[in-house]
């Protein structure tokens, strides 16, 4: 059984950074898959971030405008997301989930709700 | 980015029924579509992948259908378990992106 967990801080200030971490057991992020990080907004809707491959090979949405970063820790068996300048609308429950080696989605976290606030 | 547009919004059924959530796409996808389960304060749970395909656990009660731009979710005879939030989601193209939900209640 694939358990993914995500950690962090719940409250970061406006201008800050967000930086969370998806610890991963039953499965190695040195495997063939792709690890994802995704949030959904306090009135429901979903928004891609972004993923990374084990071979560190890395997408995001464009809508970030570059201020997402993940990253993979292979020693640890953990992925991270860091997303800089932030404001109240990145207000959201973040979850990380992966995707199989075939490139479908399979397992999710629990989810973390991350607040921006002063 | 492609737009993904869920029907409809929510929907009121009872135990027993056949329901069908309908998912659409601005452009072709392909296959590459999955559905999610969410009830509240959880997180999302994969129900199918490529379309058509079930996640292992997921009861056989659940059917996905479609292609190109053109998708639904099929529940053959709802159980009270299966009252929740359905998503779906294209990951055909970056950015993924994903339909507004379907809220299923209990009529």
């Known amino acids: 059984q694939v358990l993914l967990q995500e950690s962090g801080p719940g409250l970061v200030k406006p201008s800050g950074t967000l930086s969370l971490t998806c610890a991963v057991s039953?499965?190695?992020?040195?495997?063939?898959?792709?690890w994802i990080w995704v949030r959904q907004f306090p009135g429901k809707g979903l928004e891609w971030i972004g993923e990374?491959?084990?071979?560190?090979?890395?997408n995001y949405n464009p809508s970030l405008k570059s201020r997402a970063t993940i990253s993979l820790d292979k020693s640890n068996n953990q992925f991270s997301l860091k997303l800089t300048s932030v404001t109240a609308a990145d207000t959201a429950v973040y979850y990380c989930?992966?995707?199989?080696?075939?490139?479908?989605?399979?397992?999710w976290g629990q989810g973390l709700l991350v607040t921006v606030s002063s | 980015d492609i737009q993904m547009t869920q029907s409809p919004s929510s929907l009121s059924a009872s135990i027993g029924d056949r329901v069908t959530i309908a998912c659409r796409a601005s452009?072709?996808?392909?296959?590459?579509l999955a559905w999610f389960q969410q009830k509240p304060g959880k997180a999302p749970k994969s129900l199918i992948y490529?379309?058509?395909s079930l996640q292992d656990g997921v009861p056989s009660r659940f059917a996905g259908s479609g292609s190109g731009t053109d998708f639904t979710l099929t529940i053959s005879s709802l159980q009270p378990e299966d009252f929740a939030t359905y998503y779906c989601?294209?990951?055909?193209?970056?950015?993924?992106?994903f339909g507004q939900g379907t809220r299923l209640e209990i009529k």
């Open positions: 989930a992966r995707f199989s080696a075939n490139y479908h989605p399979d397992y």
């Open positions: 039953g499965a190695s992020t040195s495997n063939r898959n792709w």
């Open positions: 990374i491959y084990y071979s560190a090979r890395s």
């Open positions: 452009q072709g996808v392909r296959n590459f």
């Open positions: 490529a379309a058509t």
């Open positions: 989601q294209q990951y055909d193209n970056y950015p993924h992106t």
